[in-house]
């Protein structure tokens, strides 16, 4: 997955006129709203004018990779760097709310209420829709921390 852009790289190529047509006070509490996927680039009028075309177009591309599940999450795992271990199933906050036994590595995982489950000795995503990132906003990183091997990390 490619560097989040930060916020002032958003900023730079919105049209920076304060004009608060999309509700906002300014162009740059609108940038951290986009990053922070709370708004949609629609939602800024001026960009749909043809002096802000490329602009409009830049900042799609920007912001594409982060808009799914995965994206909100900023979860991104490297496959070849997993072993499999299981850590960041069963420490998983989002995973024990749903499914209490996983702590103790019981039971069977619902896939609809599981951010990640292991399969063939991999680690393989489920519903990031439920992690604490996404469903509650917060900044959960604990699986980050338990992939002693790296595979997982929290971009964003
Ligand atoms: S509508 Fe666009 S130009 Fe106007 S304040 Fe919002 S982001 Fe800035
Ligand atoms: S960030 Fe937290 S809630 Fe989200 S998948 Fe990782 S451990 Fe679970
Ligand atoms: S903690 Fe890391 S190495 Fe272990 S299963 Fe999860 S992603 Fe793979």
Known sequence: MPKKPSAFEIYKLLPKKNCKEC???????????LLALERKIEECPLLEEPMFKKNAEKLADLLEPFSGEVGLSGVNINADLCTGCGNCVHCCPANNKYH?????GQGVLD???TTY???????KICNLNICKRVEEKTACSVCETFCYSKALQIIG
Not at 24 to 31: D, K, N, S
Not at 100 to 104: A, C, S, W
Not at 117 to 123: L, M
């Open 23 to 33: 509700g906002e006070a300014t162009c740059m509490v609108f940038a951290t709203k």
């Open 100 to 104: 209490p036994e996983i702590g103790q």
């Open 111 to 113: 896939e609809e209420k």
């Open 117 to 123: 489950k292991i399969v063939d000795g991999k680690v």
